[in-house]
């Protein structure tokens, strides 16, 4: 993915983040996140991802 590919899709998340109620966000997210998880196909790899988007959340 090209880095202005991947400027739009933040834009478009960061759109439906904001569209969606504050309540609903957090399943938004999870939904999304498992449904990429399905295109990517790979159990392992979509564990890995998990594990680095855990990483320095306080940071």
Same mark, same amino acid.
């Given at each position: 993915m090209k880095p202005a590919d991947l400027e739009i899709v933040y834009?478009? %998340?960061a759109t439906t #983040? +904001? &569209?969606t109620k504050a309540e609903k /966000?957090?399943?938004l997210l999870a939904k999304l996140? #498992? %449904? #990429?998880v399905h295109d #990517?196909? +790979?159990a =392992? /790899? =979509? /564990?890995e991802h998990? &594990? =680095? =988007?855990?990483a320095n959340l306080d940071a």
């Open positions: 834009e478009d %998340l #983040l +904001d &569209a /966000r957090e399943l996140a #498992l %449904l #990429l #990517l196909g +790979d =392992a /790899r =979509a /564990r998990i &594990a =680095a =988007a855990s």
